[in-house]
């Protein structure tokens, strides 16, 4: 039976190709075979195998003499039966349901050991990947797909999420002369050039190296891959982890290599530098099959109208991002809509696009997704009153994504887009302004088919009647600073659905005070935040898949949490009034939990050593005691850890620097304190982060925090440490904060601190240290206040040499924020005790001179406080005098005791 098919232009069917000879004729190419017999004669048997030809059915086999196949069947080749009825010698007994495959050749087998050995795999377990690239047929080998008849390897694929390759690519891949299909995409090449011999793997018909941590100049030579339908280079340093601001990894001068390759159907060359690509639409329109381009973040330069009026319009291209460029309107709007005629999908979000929406987007009568978001438009007066030719894509039945986050957009929703929302699977209109606007349940009537919301920062009021049940069942609501409350939405409920999953609910900053009610900790699983709620958790198991209920009133004790294996999500619970045990987050299995700024209390469990798949841990600011628990050390995979603002006591353990030294990936912001200031680093990288300042730590720094190669963050101020800061310090290569201060370190400072190239943040004050500062251009560089307060310390920043040594003791030094705030406290307490010490001697004069006492007459009246102006001064009104006298007498009554009738 037929059946209606969606259009989708990521389903691409494969179609082998035919050579043929100069005769137009081709070879026939056996594929499989199906059955075996022999055919018997007078003299002789001859054995047949049924044979099932490329690009053929079934019912086309044919019994051929297996003499026929010698080619095929030749001694570099062994038969290897599915079946166990088809192993051993041929007989004359019949084998079905038996195909073959045939062992990989022994001299691709001495290749790829010998590709091997430059690179390194390691799996999730942190074993070997290629183990399995020992046994003597390569094609079982993991990440390889040969020929299933020939033997010859045609596929190398390195994609899986399970594994991370890293190392160099040996040319012995030279030696597979039938590959197809590279894919080293996901992988960790160390920012290593792409081979140029990859230009001569003739027929190769896809490569991808995208996410790969590849650099440099993309090699000309990719141009002689004549055969090429799919190259994504892509990304490389899109997703991947980087020190600074994101640098493109890729640089391309002319783009005219890419002409050559005429049967492309995909392009990816995303964060890709193509600033000098003058050429780049010239090119694109030489690619006749193109399919899919993506261009993302590459610094296009904006087309000229010389090279406009030379373009063709393309018939091929479904898919188009060009997301990220900065390109104005007039740089691209005259190429764009003369290729539109075909797209499918269209990005163009984060680029310099001005003014009304044109209408001539109403013309891609084939668009589903349209991408606008981040961009300067604005609404025409015919689109605001809904008369409008963009509203004609509205009324495709596909049409299912719009993107108008972030512009300028104003006025009435349901009047300027009401009409384009009737079949949309996506609504995404984040970030403009719409105040004032008030949207009802009509304004969703047509909405049957959305599963993603977005209007947050709109500034939109929702105002639905009690009971009303949405026509859509979302699987993202986004309503983020939208008007909701004062009381929970109860139309959430019904999103809630058995059958369907919430994967992600922001209500926060939405005007909610109010409880979460009981059904949603019964039926919620996916991704939320909100906050301005109270209450406390039910005493029961909770499961989700990421929870962030962070800056609310929740208190009491935490619930037995459970985490989605499958999306290895984070909560975040910090700054509310939990108190308790940390026990029940035994059983997360999630890459980040942070219980900061709490009250939480007692020693950590060691059951907390069963969070293996922990990457980041926050308990910052609670009551913990005690030591760490050495359970600790299971946490392999624990790249950021903040226990600052504790009780902790004890000495820092070894296995820190031994066991959590684990490959670490990018975090977006870290929040650290310096000098008691909270400050946002949001550069910092690679980032491994250890804060245990202000706890009770005791002994000596453990050489093993030396093997912590990419630490950026060091923080262990405010303890008891002593000794000598460790020799080997400079190893910590990446390094930028380094707070040892106000500890009882002493000896002298390091001379490998000055290796540390990158280090931006320093203090090493109030220890014992003393010696001369070593000398390098950072360190001297540093206030004098980083080194203030040790005894012995000369030199550079503190003194030009160290003939002179630092300020006596009891001087400040200039720009010390620690001995300011010393200065003031000390001031306060003897100000405190001078007023003291003054008054009771006021005090005993009064009390011993008669002729002080009685100033309004035995007894004191509280009416003395208010008394008329001096004669001779007339009263103003407001104005009320008042007499030192009585000021005098009121203080004898607080201090002296005098009776003062009311």
């Known amino acids: 039976m037929l059946r209606y098919y969606r259009s989708d232009p990521t389903h691409i069917v494969p179609i082998e190709e035919i050579e043929v000879r100069p005769n137009l004729t081709f070879e026939e190419e056996p594929v499989q075979i199906l059955d075996r017999d022999v055919k018997v004669l007078r003299r002789k048997s001859i054995p047949l195998v049924k044979v099932l030809w490329r690009n053929h059915s079934t019912e086309k086999a044919t019994w051929e003499p297996e003499d026929a196949l010698g080619e095929v069947l030749s001694n570099d080749f062994r038969i290897v039966g599915v079946n166990d009825v088809c192993k051993g010698p041929l007989s004359a007994e019949k084998c079905t349901d038996a195909s073959v495959r045939l062992l990989c050749k022994d001299s691709e087998r001495k290749a790829l050991l010998e590709f091997k050995h430059s690179l390194q795999a390691v799996n999730s377990s942190g074993n070997d990947a290629l183990s399995s690239w020992k046994s003597e047929d390569c094609c079982i080998w993991l990440g390889l797909n040969c020929n299933g008849l020939k033997g010859y390897v045609e596929m190398i694929d390195f994609s899986d999420r399970l594994w991370v390759i890293a190392g160099t690519i040996s040319p012995s891949l030279l030696k597979l002369h039938h590959l197809i299909s590279l894919k080293f995409n996901r992988n960790d090449f160390n920012g290593s050039l792409i081979p140029e011999f990859f230009g001569s793997l003739k027929k190769l018909k896809i490569l991808d190296l995208s996410n790969a941590n590849f650099r440099g100049p993309i090699p000309s030579l990719l141009g002689n891959l004549s055969m090429l339908e799919t190259l994504r280079l892509g990304g ?21 290599w890419l002409s050559h390759l005429s049967p492309l159907k995909e392009v990816d060359l995303s964060f890709t530098n193509l600033s000098n690509a003058n050429d780049w639409s010239l090119i694109i329109n030489h690619l006749p099959l193109l399919q899919k381009l993506n261009l993302r973040d590459c610094d296009l330069p904006s087309i000229s109208s010389s090279s406009v009026s030379l373009i063709n319009s393309s018939t091929s291209l479904n898919t188009l991002d060009l997301s990220d460029n900065n390109l104005p309107s007039s740089a691209i709007y005259p190429w764009l809509f003369n290729v539109s005629s075909n797209l499918v999908s269209l990005d163009l979000s984060s680029n310099q696009l001005k003014g009304p929406i044109p209408d001539a987007f109403g013309n891609m009568m084939a668009i589903q997704e349209l991408y606008l978001r981040d961009n300067l438009f604005i609404l025409a007066e015919n689109q605001v009153r809904g008369d409008s030719g963009l509203n004609e894509i509205g009324k495709l039945l596909d049409f299912r994504v719009l993107d108008l986050g972030y512009n300028l957009l104003n006025g009435s929703i349901s009047k300027s887009l009401g009409p384009l929302i009737s079949n949309l699977q996506v609504l995404r209109l984040a970030g403009n302004s719409f105040d004032g606007d008030v949207i009802s349940e009509a304004y969703f009537s047509n909405l049957s088919y959305s599963q993603v919301l977005d209007l947050s920062y709109t500034s939109l009021t929702l105002k639905f009647n009690t009971g009303w049940i949405p026509p859509f069942q979302l699987s993202e609501i986004k309503l983020c600073s939208c008007k909701l409350g004062p009381h929970f939405p109860d139309w959430f409920r019904t999103q809630m659905h058995f059958l369907t999953i919430l994967e992600y609910l922001d209500i926060s900053d939405s005007g909610i005070s109010d409880s979460l009610p009981y059904w949603f900790w019964d039926k919620f699983r996916g991704y939320s935040y909100i906050n301005q709620i109270s209450g406390t958790f039910p005493n029961k198991s909770m499961h989700t898949g990421h929870l962030d209920l962070s800056s609310n009133n929740f208190s009491g004790p935490l619930p037995c949490f459970s985490l989605d294996i499958a999306k290895m999500g984070t909560i975040n619970l910090s700054k509310n009034k939990f108190t308790g045990s940390v026990s029940p987050i035994c059983n997360i299995i999630g890459e980040a ?279 001779g001064k007339p009263a103003i009104e407001g104005e009320e005098g008042f007499d030192v006298r009585v000021l005098i007498q009121l203080l004898m009554y607080l201090f002296c005791g005098a009776k003062v009738p009311v």
């Open 236 to 256: 490389n340093g899109g997703d991947m982890t980087s020190r600074h601001k994101f640098k493109k990894m890729y640089s391309v001068g002319k783009l005219e």
């Open 593 to 871: 939990l942070n219980l900061g700024d709490n009250g939480f209390s007692g020693s950590l469990p060691s059951s907390l050593g069963c969070l293996i798949s922990l990457e980041m841990l926050s308990l910052r600011s609670n009551k913990f005691s005690g030591e760490l628990p050495s359970s600790l050390q299971n946490c392999t995979k624990l790249k950021f850890l903040d226990l600052s603002d504790n009780e902790f006591s004890g000495e820092i353990p070894m296995w820190i620097g031994q066991k959590l030294s684990s490959l670490v990936r990018y975090v977006d912001e870290a929040l650290l304190t310096w000098k008691g200031t909270k400050q946002s680093y949001p550069q910092l990288g690679l980032l491994l982060a250890i804060d245990l300042s202000c706890n009770k730590l005791t002994g000596e720094i453990p050489e093993e925090l030396s093997s912590l190669q990419e630490l950026v963050a060091l923080k262990l101020s405010r303890n008891l440490l002593n000794g000598k800061i460790l020799q080997k310090i400079g190893h910590i290569r990446q390094l930028e904060v380094l707070d040892l201060s106000r500890n009882k370190f002493s000896g002298n400072i390091p001379i490998s601190l000055s290796e540390l190239t990158f280090l931006s943040n320093l203090n090493l004050s109030y220890n014992d240290l003393s010696g001369k500062i070593p000398t390098s251009t950072q360190l001297q560089s540093f206030d004098p206040s980083s080194f203030s307060h040790n005894r012995g310390i000369c030199g550079p920043p503190i003194s030009p040499n160290c003939s002179i040594g630092e300020p006596p003791p009891g001087k400040p030094a200039v720009g010390s924020e620690e001995d300011s705030d010393e200065f003031m406290k000390w001031f306060y307490i003897g100000m405190g005790l001078g007023f003291v010490v003054g008054f009771w001697g006021f005090c005993s004069v009064v009390f011993l001179k008669r002729s002080w006492r009685g100033v309004c007459g035995p007894p004191i009246s509280l009416n003395c406080l208010m008394v008329e102006p001096p004669l």
